[in-house]
């Protein structure tokens, strides 16, 4: 009886390792598709010309940069981290990093 419990234990433990394996596989997997999505998006020169416009527009105008009102801000980022969730947050922080020198709080 002894021995059925150990090997019962053995591949027990031995199933829920390689199922952390798989999962970490899993993961890796992801995470490499992740990657392989974000450099597939296409860098448009001519956007990066109508956001430097609409930039200095704006200064001429001198109308001031509003405060972060979105959800995606993070400490740490860079303008270029919100272009992933929207063309106009990363529009009104490179204004607003234009204006104030510095980022978003």
């Known amino acids: 009886m ?12 031995l199933g829920i390792f390689l199922s ?4 970490a596989t899993d993961m890796a997997e992801m995470q490499k598709q992740l990657n392989q999505d974000v450099m597939d998006k296409p860098f448009s020169v001519a956007e990066e010309s109508k956001i430097d416009a609409y930039i200095q527009n704006a200064t001429k105008s001198g109308s001031k940069p509003e405060e972060y009102k979105g959800r995606n801000w993070q400490p ?5 981290d919100l272009r992933a ?6 529009r009104d922080c490179r204004y607003y990093h234009n204006y104030y020198g510095h980022y978003y709080y």
Not at 85 to 90: D, I
């Open 2 to 13: 002894n021995s059925r419990l150990v090997c019962f234990h053995i591949f027990f433990t």
């Open 20 to 23: 952390g394996i798989a999962q």
């Open 76 to 80: 740490g980022y860079t303008c270029g």
């Open 85 to 90: 969730y929207s063309y106009y947050e990363y």
